[in-house]
């Protein structure tokens, strides 16, 4: 049996048109359709809902409170039936006339068989020039950690045999678009993947939801899956953060003492209140960018965002501590005012790491 999963987002006005030309061309095929749809706006999941109730083999799973192509299509093939789980997009853009020479591939030789742009017979359609090039450069990155090779890595155009599935589910990272690549990373290397060409077709209605958000997430991607099993992700930004603090720090410090300033001496009063208040400002402004990006993830809002915001700081008083000694201890034994001002700064980084990985953004 195969089970065709279709993931919604916005595709209201598409299903009708779509969902009666897919039954003409698995007519006599045995199968069953999964729309997947993350509460959509347009409210794409009534649509389909209403039209469940004449087509005993459509069903209706509306997520809520989630979104994601990868994670939409991995729970669609977790609720199917069928011995062979396939993918389409919901808009038109891909020709499902191919549907059933995909789903024989998969029932004569196992594994994945992918409709393909990259393929000889098979075309990108009516792309504009960047979307071309970002999609080539974007499919030479993935092909290097793929396990098993194909010319067409990205396409969300698939269908895959259910042990196949099932042996690599647990590894999957069901963040953003790429469902097919991290198949493709993570299904033993005898894996055996057809490509059928199809060309890929303009939408029907409304608009794509790939957006600068799954791009970026494309990029994270491909970092965890190769240097971020040694080197998490997590860790990298917030060093970036932190190295960017540095500078936020010093100059907030440079601003401070200017202010400060007899002449052209500092009191040692004087340079101690600039390097706690410099700190300060820095520690505001780790907060803000971990908060939104490092740990996008954990993201808080609102009150907790205020606990969080006293835990931080909580938390980075040892680091401010540990920052103003070791800064006081080199100014006062004659070092450099910058240079013990930036390895205070350090000092501090790393003690607020250990700590807020441990108390703030838990996961
Ligand atoms: N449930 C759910 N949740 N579905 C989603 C989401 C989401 O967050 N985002 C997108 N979809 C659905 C859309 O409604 C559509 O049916 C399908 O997934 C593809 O989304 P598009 O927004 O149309 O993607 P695209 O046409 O720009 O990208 C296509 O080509 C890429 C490669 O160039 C897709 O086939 C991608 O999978 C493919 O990587
Ligand atoms: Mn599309």
């Known amino acids: 049996m195969l089970s065709l999963i279709l993931p919604t987002y916005n595709e209201a006005e598409n299903l009708p048109e779509l969902l009666p030309a897919i039954e003409k061309v698995l007519k006599g095929v045995d199968h069953e359709i999964i729309v997947v749809d993350d509460d959509s706006p347009d409210k794409t999941w009534e649509v389909a809902q209403e039209m469940a109730q004449d087509q005993g083999d459509l069903h209706v799973l509306r997520r809520i409170g989630r979104r994601g192509l990868s994670s939409a299509v991995i729970e669609g093939f977790l609720a199917a039936k069928g011995d062979v789980l396939a993918v389409m997009d919901a808009d038109g853009q891909h020709d499902m006339d191919i549907l059933p020479k995909i789903y024989a591939a998969v029932q004569k030789s196992s594994g994945l068989a992918v409709g393909s742009r990259y393929t000889k017979g098979g075309s990108v359609g009516e792309w504009d020039e960047r979307r071309y090039l970002m999609s080539r450069v974007a499919t030479k990155m993935a092909l290097a950690l793929c396990a098993v090779k194909i010319s ?89 953060v932190g190295a960017v603090g540095v500078v936020i720090h010093v100059s907030a410090f440079l601003l401070i003492s200017n202010a400060l300033k007899h002449g052209a001496d500092i009191t040692f009063q004087g340079f101690s209140f600039s390097v706690i208040g410099a700190t300060e400002v820095a520690i505001i402004f780790n907060f803000w960018l971990n908060n939104i990006w490092t740990f996008s993830r954990e993201r808080l809002h609102g009150v907790h965002m205020l606990i969080g915001f006293l835990k931080f700081n909580g938390a980075c008083l040892f680091g401010a501590l540990a920052n103003y000694a070791v800064s006081a201890f080199l100014f006062s034994n004659g070092t450099a005012q910058l240079l013990a001002v930036v390895i205070g700064a350090f000092t501090g980084v790393i003690w607020n790491y250990t700590m807020n990985r441990l108390f703030t953004w838990r996961a």
Do not use: W
């Open 152 to 240: 067409d890595p990205m396409s969300g155009f698939f269908a895959i045999d259910r042990k196949t599935f099932e042996e690599v589910m647990p590894r999957l990272n069901p963040k953003g678009f790429k469902i097919l690549l991290d198949l493709l990373v993570h299904v033993p290397e005898k894996t055996k993947a057809t490509e059928i060409p199809f060309t890929f077709s303009s939408r029907i209605h409304g608009e794509s939801k790939l957006s600068a958000k799954v791009q970026i997430e494309f990029l994270e991607y491909l970092y965890d899956v190769s240097i971020g099993k040694y080197i998490p992700l997590m860790f990298v930004k917030y060093c970036l």
